[in-house]
């Protein structure tokens, strides 16, 4: 299926291409909204998940591109998979530096590591009789309806004052946010991805459904369990805290986090038939950031520096 006019949104066309990026970890506070610790590990669970989901989101496609017909899609395609990988590695040097602070992370993420390189792997879990075109087919509609989810946090975090009333470190902030916006620049390629690799119908709609319907649950769980292990693991908190919806809600209230209704909207604005992800946020917002984002500058500034010496 053709993707409809005006698919890239407020901005029309807009080409999607990996940027190089730079983050110095060294002066960055293990509880880097100070004072907030349950905020601070809710919005680090992002980093248990996203390094091993976003290897994934790339092998993924690389197995759906000989399926791609469309030659702009195929350009979006490769311009999202080459954000995706570079997002896994810049999350992945977060873990190194939460570890750095005696905050072990491996116990955790070993089983997300199990979620997509075995449960969501190359062949269906457990010998399951699912034929491989379709379960190609179902693995890009847990992308998509992922993607549904990591463009709504991605506008929230570019919009998000309280992080920066709270006084948040400003190199988690500028990782988040160049992440985020990114996220926002190409919240229409999964969805078009899957559109134009899922074949015909009130099947594709069914399985964009069952997508969705195993996506929403999954990242509730895993969100609550890695805030949990995060804030049990805190050497600094040493056992004082553990995660409370109280606690989460109370950083809701103060502007840290997401409210419950902005994420939980996402899901019956994507089930919608009609539904396309350019609806979501603002590109121009997002690629207003991206030219400023103290990460990118500084990796532009690096090659030209060292492309004039």
């Not at 940027?19 to 248990?48: G, K, M, Q």
Request: charged share 25%.
């Amino acid at each position: 299926m053709d993707r409809p006019a005006g698919s890239h949104g407020d901005d029309g066309r807009h080409a999607i291409a990996p940027r190089r990026v730079s983050f110095d970890w060294e002066d960055t506070p293990l509880h880097w909204i100070p004072d907030e610790p349950t905020a601070t590990h809710v919005i680090n669970v992002l980093h248990l998940l996203l390094p091993a989901g976003e290897r994934w989101f790339v092998k993924v496609f690389k197995e759906a591109l000989p399926l791609v017909r469309d030659p702009e899609l195929l350009k979006d395609v490769k311009g999202f998979m080459g954000q995706e990988a570079t997002h896994s590695v810049q999350h992945a040097y977060v873990l190194d530096h939460l570890a750095a602070q005696r905050l072990d992370t491996a116990d955790f993420t070993k089983y997300v590591d199990f979620l997509f390189e075995k449960l969501l792997g190359d062949d269906p879990p457990r010998g399951v009789p699912i034929p491989a075109e379709e379960w190609l087919r179902f693995r890009l509609s847990v992308i998509a309806a992922i993607e549904q989810f990591t463009a709504v946090l991605g506008d929230w975090v570019l919009t998000a004052e309280g992080l920066d009333l709270a006084d948040a470190d400003e190199v988690m902030l500028d990782l988040l946010r160049w992440h985020g916006a990114e996220e926002v620049e190409h919240r229409a390629v999964a969805f078009d991805m899957y559109q134009h690799c899922g074949g015909e119908g009130a099947a594709r709609y069914a399985r964009r459904l069952a997508g969705m319907a195993v996506t929403a649950p999954m990242m509730l769980y895993l969100w609550g369990w890695g805030a949990a292990y995060l804030i049990r693991r805190d050497p600094r908190l040493a056992g004082r805290l553990r995660y409370s919806l109280a606690e989460h809600n109370r950083a809701v209230r103060k502007g840290l986090l997401p409210t419950w209704r902005e994420l939980g909207a996402a899901v019956p604005r994507y089930l919608r038939r009609s539904y396309h992800p350019s609806q979501e946020g603002s590109l121009r917002r997002a690629v207003e950031y991206l030219a400023q984002s103290p990460a990118a500058r500084s990796a532009v500034g690096a090659m030209t520096r060292a492309a004039t010496a």
